[in-house]
């Protein structure tokens, strides 16, 4: 049987849907096949490929078919758990790479679960679930899930799952990387436009010349011009 894989952006509905798995032996993508700019993600630590996978299924037999055919394409396999608490609770203790985890289970659901082990563990979530239903689709997306797999899943399927919400986290970490770096820039663009009109009034010199000053001194104290504009502000003591 082939069932209908769906996988989705972070922050679109947009859903991509695809009956084409890749091969049991090939399921992870190649380097040619992922062009995201990951200087920021080997920052970070993060593989280029998922190594790690917790299973959380609270159907025993469908946990442990969905176990067998990861190891049999070379994930190392966490789990499984049979509830959204304990998946919490092992995401913390053994902080697997991916997850693939049911919706409906008691307890706590999947959809809670991955309102907490994403946005707090920064860990992404694929949703395995017999329902096709478009609410569990937009639920998912609020919930920073990554991949919807109806099950039951093939191997091949499970794979393809994986490498295409792995690429989908990778590059939003990479959006993300950039969002924070430019309120970083803005940040300290303000800090060095207050210290500067500090050192105006202090000095009572032009703004071009406060300037070099902020730059005379970052380049002697070996500080970026915000950590000495900083100081300017906290009456750290420029000069």
């Known amino acids: 049987f082939l069932c209908t894989l769906c996988v989705f952006s972070h922050c679109d509905l947009t859903m991509e849907v695809s009956t084409t798995a890749r091969t049991k032996e090939s399921p992870r993508m190649t380097p040619q096949e992922n062009t995201t700019n990951r200087s920021n993600i080997e920052a970070l630590g993060l593989p280029e490929n998922p190594n790690r996978v917790l299973v959380v299924e609270d159907e025993l037999l469908v946990a442990k078919g969905i176990m067998s055919s990861l190891q049999s394409l070379g994930y190392e396999v966490v789990g499984p758990c049979k509830n959204g608490e304990e998946a919490i609770a092992t995401c913390r203790d053994e902080s697997p790479d991916i997850v693939i985890m049911d919706i409906q289970m008691p307890v706590m659901d999947g959809m809670k679960a991955a309102q907490i082990i994403f946005p707090e563990l920064d860990i992404p979530v694929i949703m395995l679930t017999a329902y096709s239903d478009d609410t ?73 010349d406060a300037m070099k000053m902020l730059q005379k001194q970052s380049r002697s104290s070996r500080k970026s011009i915000a950590a000495v504009a900083r100081a300017v502000i906290d009456s750290d003591g420029l000069l």
């Open 136 to 208: 569990y689709l937009r639920n998912s997306v609020a919930a920073g899930v990554f991949g919807f797999l109806l099950k039951p899943a093939s191997s091949e399927q499970l794979g393809a799952v994986i490498t295409v919400a792995w690429q989908r986290f990778l590059d939003h970490v990479e959006q993300r990387s950039q969002i924070v770096s430019l309120k970083q820039r803005l940040d300290d663009r303000r800090l060095i436009e207050k210290a500067k009109w500090i050192i105006v009034k202090r000095k009572e010199i032009s703004e071009p």
